[in-house]
């Protein structure tokens, strides 16, 4: 079966400091890959997706930055964190012409 | 821009009562989806509604897509404290591999 694991659950960071989320699946091949930001109690913000290696689709332009080294593999990054990226990040998977996302447990992050 | 409102946003309910939350857009959506989060969680997907005027159960849901495939419902009967949490709906934005998702609806279902 197919499972997804972002981590870390929780993380606090100071201002100007970098990020790196990991994202990975497991249990499928060629999955399209998504980053989504959530704002306390609210709906989701997509804020990247990738269809394959290597390929990166942005839709929000800010600091952060994605990227696909391996195939189920997705990394959400920063080189310096602001306090608006404080929010709940969420790593999602969905099988290519397949309806609908498996999302994984998601990252709390607060920057202060 | 396809935008999908959720309402109502936030809804207090005891025990026992019947609600429905409504997912609305301007625009044609091939399929939609609902999902269930509970607090510092990932969202579930609930259902997955294709063709338009379908209706899906799922034990005490009923999911149905509108004829037009521009809308959609929830309700839920005799509504339990498990059901408490945010649901929100999801469609492909048209000719992308992107989902937008809806506003949001806060349920409560108190004992």
């Known amino acids: 079966s197919q499972t997804i694991h972002q981590w870390p659950a929780t993380l606090v960071q100071p201002v100007g400091s970098p990020l790196s989320l990991e994202c990975t699946v497991e249990?499928?091949?060629?999955?399209?890959l998504y980053w989504y930001r959530q704002a306390a109690g609210r709906g989701l913000q997509l804020l990247f997706y990738s269809v394959g290696i290597g390929q990166i689709s942005s839709e929000v332009p800010q600091n952060l930055s994605a990227s696909r080294p391996q195939d189920r593999q997705f990394i959400l990054s920063s080189k310096k964190l602001l306090l608006s990226d404080s929010g709940f990040y969420l790593c999602?998977?969905?099988?290519?012409?397949?309806?609908?996302?498996?999302f994984g447990s998601g990252t709390r992050l607060t920057v202060v | 821009t396809q935008l999908l409102e959720q309402s109502p946003q936030f809804l207090s309910i005891q025990e026992g009562e019947n609600l429905t939350v409504y997912c609305n857009s301007s625009s044609v959506f091939s399929s939609l989806q609902w999902y269930r989060q509970e607090p510092g969680e990932g969202p579930v997907l609930l259902v997955t509604v294709v063709t338009g005027g379908e209706v899906k159960k799922l034990k005490r849901l009923t999911f149905q897509f509108g004829d037009a495939r521009k809308d959609s419902s929830l309700h839920i009967t005799a509504a339990q404290p498990g059901d408490t949490g945010l649901y929100l709906c999801?469609?492909?934005?048209?000719?992308?591999?992107?989902?937008?998702f809806g506003t949001g609806t806060r349920l409560k279902v108190l004992a």
């Open positions: 999801a469609g492909p934005t048209s000719g992308t591999y992107k989902y937008i």
């Open positions: 249990g499928t091949s060629n999955p399209n």
């Open positions: 999602a998977w969905r099988a290519g012409g397949k309806h609908g996302y498996t």
